[in-house]
């Protein structure tokens, strides 16, 4: 079949799967009208959307070694950039994003400037390039430009050794996101959330390797699509009468801006404000009154349990109490990092609004400037990270040629757009809702979605609303949302119908799990491919290294699961440590590799053991969920953007250690000429 009547029959299929889908909505919207219990929405969406994804799986299934690697090299450019975009639309960005935008403000921008310039990146360093050497994995690329004079071995395994953990760390970041999607809208714990939605994560990419993935995820990506455009659209033509939100939330965002002004001097705030501070000053008192304060703390807490006891109070309160003697720190050393810990959130409590329109804001010059720093750094690790990807990278390995893969990119970058022009618009419409429907509103009376929200994670809750000074108004100070359920839940805050809440987590689980199914598929490739079939078992048969694949694919999902399971971090948090690790170890030699023929081996294992080696150093030093202290910050740059220090770390390394060494193989820059020739 040519190209061009391949293309046109793709035109069709998804032409009509998207009339079926549209045709899907409008049932439902009648199914609820007609007083469908909202339970039932939730499930056929869900049910509906994970058979059709499973159906292109079984349908995609094949053993073929170029086909399951790299779908046969003959994915179009605009279905590939649909593809890839499904592939870079993960949780994070879907649920994630317009949060932390929410929560943050302006310095949430850094996340959306970072990742969309990272694809122009993409388009004049990377992909091209890639797709011109024409092989399966990035291992194989570095194998095969960092040569060595007897084998390739050594930095084939460090290439591993970074897919692998850079994949994984992202994996998990998704697989937390299906959990949550997936709890929320069955009302199954947790954990046991994860584990169904892994299954129909690996359906897709089991069966059918990156076949599968890719006719899978343009279905995702048309999905994606609906559920973050509909909600915007509705809420933009209700408060300003202009469907065009991406144009017209600016007059919303101007009266939030006037809001802030009021809630900054409002009595009540000050009120709340100030018990937070007096919060952050006990628990300043305890660190310094070390180790006395946390034996007095301890014998406090158990005499109020049994005190309880013998008062024969309510169970609730008995509970309560137990729970938080268990809870309490074991040793002088925990109890130092977990009031410290207390001391920073309720400092941060204590503080004015964040202004939702003020480029870094900060109370003096100085804290402004650290802002400003460290969004800078962060748009530069998300920009290199981007770059150097290796779920994203393999994407170009699967168009037909060169021409098509600066296709793929352009039309990637067209579909991430379409996405990314529209988060800031919901984060101020959600915003504009909860300023004025829910602060400033009786305790009496919370909406629904509160209780719903609070009770699907019970021991770290997404929503808090407590009433510090006892008025029994709701101040904004009191509000604790979880960035992770702002865009989730943004149809339940606008009360809009039970539909779309179905369709919005229909399309946060396309996004995370097209991703999921990527990064499961990098890893499992990596080591089945660079591994076994390169170092270990040269002459396996194609079948058999298609196997070995899919039981690798298996192992690690599980594992990936077991530790979202965990709750290790916020999506957010882990998807920058894994961009600051890529940028790290393998922007310097893919960049590098491409156009400094003098890169030689030596230069390269260097270039990634220590860029490497410097994020995971400042990583832990500084973030204290890893022990770190924030006081070991360099030029007070946060942890998320330790990438700012690895990658010219790493250059450096490659540089000095290439021009120390003898020139590279002979072969090595033979390879160079070829990929960067028209």
């Known amino acids: ?337 977990k009031w410290l810990e207390e001391k920073a959130s309720n400092l941060a409590r204590a503080e004015p609004p964040v202004p939702q329109a003020t480029p870094f804001p900060g109370s003096t010059p100085e804290a402004s400037d650290i802002k400003r720093n460290n969004f800078l750094a962060l748009v530069f690790c998300l920009m290199l990270g981007t770059a150097s990807l290796p779920h994203i990278l393999m994407r170009y390995y699967t168009t037909s040629s060169v021409q098509e893969t600066r296709k793929s990119v352009f039309w990637t970058l067209f579909f991430i757009l379409l996405i990314y022009l529209t988060v800031p618009a919901l984060a101020v419409l959600v915003k504009y809702y909860i300023y004025t429907s829910l602060v400033g509103s009786q305790y009496a009376h919370l909406p629904e979605w509160v209780s719903y929200w609070a009770n699907i994670d019970k021991a770290n809750p997404l929503v808090s609303i407590t009433d510090f000074n006892h008025d029994g108004i709701v101040q904004l100070s009191e509000i604790t949302l979880d960035g992770d359920m702002i865009v989730l839940a943004t149809p339940e805050i606008a009360g809009l119908p039970y539909y779309i809440s179905g369709l919005v987590a229909a399309g946060g689980l396309a996004a995370a799990l097209s991703t999921a199914d990527g990064l499961l598929l990098t890893i499992s490739n990596a080591l089945s491919h660079d591994v076994y079939y390169k170092m270990i078992d040269p002459h396996a048969s194609t079948a058999k290294r298609v196997t070995v694949s899919k039981l690798l694919l298996l192992v690690v999902a599980l594992l990936a699961a077991y530790t979202a399971s965990l709750k290790p971090g916020d999506i957010l948090s882990m998807v920058g440590a894994a961009f600051s690790l890529a940028a790290s170890t393998l922007f310097p030699v893919l960049a590098l590799g491409v156009f400094w023929k003098r890169g030689n081996q030596q230069g390269a294992i260097a270039a990634m053991a220590v860029g490497f080696s410097t994020c995971i150093y400042y990583m832990l030093h500084t973030y204290p969920a890893l022990g770190g202290s924030i006081g070991g910050q360099w030029f007070h740059i946060a942890p998320m953007a330790a990438g700012i220090f690895g990658v010219p770390a790493g250059m450096l390394a490659l540089v000095v250690v290439s021009l120390l060494t003898p020139p590279p193989d002979p072969r090595a820059v033979t390879l160079v000429h070829h990929v960067r020739a028209p």
């Open 1 to 337: 079949m040519s190209d061009r009547s391949f293309f046109w029959r793709l035109v069709r299929y998804y032409g009509w799967y998207t009339g079926g889908f549209i045709v899907l909505l409008v049932v439902l919207a009648i199914l609820e009208k007609e007083g469908l219990p909202r339970t039932w929405i939730g499930y056929l969406f869900m049910f509906a959307t994970i058979v059709l994804y499973a159906g292109i799986g079984i349908m995609s299934r094949t053993s073929d070694v170029s086909e399951y690697y790299v779908a046969g090299r003959r994915v179009p450019g605009l279905f590939n950039g649909m593809a890839t975009a499904a592939d870079w639309i993960s949780a994070a960005t879907f649920i994630s994003l317009a949060g932390g935008l929410y929560l943050q403000g302006f310095d949430g921008l850094a996340y959306i400037v970072g990742w969309t310039g990272g694809y122009c990146l993409v388009a004049l360093l990377i992909a091209p390039y890639l797709r011109k050497f024409g092989q399966y994995t990035i291992p194989d690329f570095l194998a095969a430009r960092y040569r060595g004079r007897t084998n390739s071995n050594p930095i084939r395994i460090l290439g591993v050794i970074a897919t692998v953990v850079i994949s994984f760390i992202y994996v998990v970041a998704q697989i937390y996101g299906v959990g949550l999607i997936t709890s929320r809208f069955t009302g199954v714990d947790f954990s046991v959330g994860i584990f169904l939605g892994l299954a129909s994560i690996l359906v897709c990419s089991f069966l059918g390797g990156m076949r599968a993935i890719t006719w899978t995820q343009v279905a995702q990506y048309i999905i994606i699509l609906f559920a973050y455009l509909i909600p915007v659209v509705w809420l933009s033509a209700e408060h300003t009468n202009n469907p065009v939100a991406q144009i017209s939330y600016g007059s919303v965002l101007s009266q939030i801006t006037e809001i802030e002004k009021k809630l900054d001097t409002d009595p009540k705030e000050l009120q709340v404000r100030a018990i937070f501070k007096a919060n952050a000053d006990d628990y300043d008192n305890r660190v310094r009154n070390l180790p006395k304060s946390w034996e007095l703390g301890r014998i406090e807490a158990q005499q109020h349990l049994e005190l309880l006891k013998r008062n024969n109070s309510s169970l609730i309160e008995i509970r309560a109490a137990n729970r938080a003697l268990n809870s309490y720190p074991k040793t002088p050393e925990e109890a130092e990092r």
